[in-house]
């Protein structure tokens, strides 16, 4: 089983910025596709961002383009997404999640085979 342990979250102020991190407790780290969701209160969850094995591709959500970069460093096993320029529809649970080995890129919340238990971020006016 893949195991997700997203951290970073936290309270910041419109226009900042935090940085997320989600550890993964595999051997086969580079094997895997991996990508962002996030649910807000009231709201489904949704697409956020998605990266590929090696980093080389990558896929955001149009509400996030030019904001919000992702990462991975799989020496560390490890995937980040970088937030700049947060606003208050930001605010929501953010999760790690990743789809079987072998998917190139995650494309939505069906790929999903495996989730975080996720990270609150709250963006203040």
């Known amino acids: 089983q893949v195991q997700l342990v997203e951290s970073g979250g936290g309270l910041v102020q419109a226009g900042g910025s935090l940085r997320l991190a989600c550890a993964a407790s595999v051997r086969t780290f580079s094997s895997y596709a991996m990508g962002w969701f996030r649910q807000a209160p009231g709201k489904e969850r949704e697409f956020v961002a998605a990266?590929?094995?090696?980093?080389?591709?990558?896929n955001y959500a149009d509400s996030v383009k030019g904001r919000f970069t992702i990462s991975r460093d799989n020496a560390k096993n490890t995937v980040y997404l970088q937030m700049n320029s947060l606003n208050s529809e930001d605010t929501a649970v953010y999760y790690c999640?990743?789809?079987?080995?072998?998917?190139?890129?995650?494309?939505?919340?069906?790929?999903?085979?495996?989730w975080g238990q996720g990270t609150r971020v709250t963006v203040s006016s």
């Open positions: 999640a990743a789809p079987p080995p072998g998917m190139i890129l995650i494309t939505g919340i069906q790929d999903i085979d495996y």
């Open positions: 990266i590929s094995w090696s980093g080389g591709n990558t």
